[in-house]
């Protein structure tokens, strides 16, 4: 069954060329991941790979469309997924934003549905509070 999900959409100061370019080698993605996270994600330019509670998940880009859309779709993992980054224009750099669209039975859209969108969400926060000079809030940080 496919759910779909949105972020909020969150204004990111940085110009959206730049930004983009730091999402389309996913090897430059790793370097936002928290260092006690860092030993089990290997990445190359398309491919990305993580193991988080005993489930590899592997990504890998699907589409580039240049400074406007990076799709990222499963390539090895529970549930087949899409995840689409939207880098629009605005006065203040970067309108960003995200969505998923995920294959999930009934009892998984159930649990993880809001995770899902919660986790979106934080993301586009993270992502802003970064560029404008804030310690982003990753949750299990001290």
């Known amino acids: 069954m496919a759910a779909h999900y949105e972020s909020k959409h969150g204004s990111v100061a940085i110009p959206r060329e730049q ?7 996913l090897r ?3 370097q936002a991941i928290p260092e006690q996270y860092r ?3 290997t990445a190359d330019y398309d491919h990305l790979s993580a193991t988080v509670q005993g489930f590899t998940i592997s990504v890998k880009v699907a589409e580039r469309q240049p400074y406007s859309l990076i799709r990222i779709e499963d390539d ?3 549930f087949h997924f899409t995840l689409i980054a939207h880098f629009d224009p605005s006065p203040e750099g970067t309108d960003f934003s995200l969505e998923v669209d995920a294959d999930l039975n009934l009892m998984m859209k ?5 995770k899902i ?18 310690k982003p809030d990753f949750p299990g940080e001290v």
């Open 110 to 114: 159930a649990l993880l549905g809001g």
């Open 39 to 41: 030993d089990s994600v």
């Open 28 to 30: 430059m993605l790793t």
């Open 117 to 134: 969108k919660d986790g979106l969400d934080k993301a586009v926060d993270a992502l802003v509070a970064l560029s404008h000079g804030k």
């Open 19 to 25: 930004l983009y370019m730091s999402f389309t080698d």
């Open 76 to 78: 090895s993992a529970p």
